[in-house]
Structure formats: structure tokens, C-alpha cells
């Protein structure tokens, strides 16, 4: 007769390095949090800039509440801190995972936890310096005569989040691409046969996450259109090699 103590042993040790790589991963976020605090106003300063600069002489943002200039700036430094520990969270997940994966398994996750983490980091900075100068523009200049732009700061900071989460996530593709092609999901042949659904889906995906106006859609469905063609191109190349070493 098995100890049912023997066999809740491993179950419970799992649950304790789950959850000390937990304590790791909010307290690296803490962490930075911290750090950044005495620069939030900074920070926010440098969010808001590519709105305050499109904004027309003589307007700036507003705060409709007595709070908000001061909750605001320390609202947007935990979502950098946060931003900025996800490779430390990433890691944590792979330590916790990795005695459980076979050796070719653990030889693509590494690399693809340290491509995915960097390609939502060019999401996030492809809206900031290329989407959202062009939309603000956009925005801003076809407000009808005597409509004075002045954003509330908390408006402007859950839109932009909304837009660096899209673009983040939008940028995944490439690594989506490659684990479906690994884990056999779908073959690379399939995926290139497909590819003008995989457009059409593209610009579908572009006029659910970002504002109703053409640009901001199109900016997104362009780059993900591309960043598939690189991920079909690196699955490829994983299955050459996969048909060569055997």
C-alpha cells in the first residue's frame, strides 16, 4: 500500500519553489518600483511626450481629479516597473518549468523566452516612437474649430498602456509562428498556404486593438504581417535542421 505522505512530498515541494519563484518575480517588480519612484514625474513626463508635443500652443493636459497628478506619474512607474521585470518573471518561469522539459525542449524555450521577451519590448517602442506621433497628429488635427485638445492624464495613460500592450503582443507573432510549427500544431507548408488569411486576420486583429482610425490599424496589421514571414522563416529553418540531424 503506497504512503499517501510519500506522494504528497514532491507535490508540496513544487508548491513551495512556485511559490518562492513568486516572491522572486514581485519583489524584482518591487524592486524597480522603488528605484523609479523619485523619477515618476520624470517618467510620465517622457510617456506623455510624443501627445504634448502634437498638442496646439497654449493647450496641455488636464487632471479631472485632485488626485491625479499625484497618483497618475506613480501609477504609470509600477506599469514600467512591471514592464522592465518581466525577463526576471520570464526566468523565474523557466526555472520552475525547465526540470520538467526534455533537453531539446530546453534548447528552443530558452531562446524563445529571450526573443519573445525583446520583441515585446520593440512592440512597445515601435508605438512610442513611430504609432503614436502619427495618430496624435492625426487626432489632434482633426478636432473641429473651436474644440480646444486638452487630454485628462489618466485618459492618456489607460489609452497608451492599451496601445503598448497591442503592439507588445502583436509583435509575439514570430514566436507564436515557431511554437506552432514545433509542437506540431500546424506545418510550416500550412502556414505559407494560408498566408492570405493570415493577412486579412492581420488587419481583423489591427481594428480590434487599436483607436477606430485607419493609421494606428494599419501600423499594427504591417508589422505583423512581416513579423510572421521572419517567424515562418526561422520555423523553417528549425525543420531542416530537425530533418538533417536525423
Not at 508548491?15 to 518562492?20: H, Q, T
Not at 511626450?49 to 512607474?77: C, D, R, V, W
Not at 509583435?171 to 498566408?195: D, H, K
Request: proline residues 7%.
Amino acid at each position: 500500500m503506497t504512503d499517501p505522505l510519500a506522494n504528497a512530498e514532491p507535490f508540496i515541494s513544487h508548491l513551495v519553489e512556485l511559490r518562492n519563484r513568486m516572491i522572486r518575480s514581485v519583489g524584482a517588480v518591487l524592486i524597480i518600483f522603488i528605484c523609479l519612484v523619485p523619477f515618476a514625474n520624470e517618467l510620465y513626463e517622457w510617456f506623455a511626450k510624443p501627445l504634448i508635443s502634437n498638442l496646439p500652443q497654449g493647450s496641455s493636459m488636464i487632471s479631472t481629479e485632485p488626485h491625479g497628478p499625484f497618483f497618475i506619474p506613480f501609477k504609470f512607474a509600477f506599469a514600467t516597473a512591471f514592464a522592465l521585470a518581466i525577463p526576471v518573471v520570464l526566468y523565474q518561469v523557466w526555472a520552475f518549468v525547465a526540470p520538467g522539459l526534455y533537453k531539446n525542449e530546453k534548447r528552443i524555450v530558452f531562446p524563445l523566452v529571450v526573443s519573445s521577451t525583446l520583441l515585446f519590448y520593440l512592440g512597445i517602442l515601435f508605438a512610442y516612437y513611430v504609432v503614436f506621433p502619427i495618430i496624435f497628429k492625426f487626432f489632434i488635427g482633426m478636432a473641429p474649430d473651436g474644440v480646444t485638445v486638452m487630454t485628462d492624464i489618466s485618459a492618456y495613460m489607460s489609452f497608451a498602456l492599451k496601445l503598448f500592450f497591442a503592439f507588445g503582443v502583436a509583435f509575439e507573432v514570430p514566436v507564436a509562428t515557431v511554437l506552432l510549427a514545433r509542437m506540431g500544431v500546424v506545418s510550416t507548408a500550412a502556414m505559407a498556404r494560408q498566408r492570405p488569411y493570415i493577412i486579412l486576420g492581420a488587419f481583423v486583429i489591427g481594428m480590434l486593438m487599436t483607436p477606430p482610425d485607419i493609421f494606428s490599424q494599419i501600423m499594427l496589421a504591417i508589422p505583423v504581417c512581416l513579423l510572421f514571414e521572419v517567424g515562418l522563416f526561422f520555423a523553417r529553418k528549425l525543420e531542416r535542421n530537425d530533418l538533417n540531424s536525423d
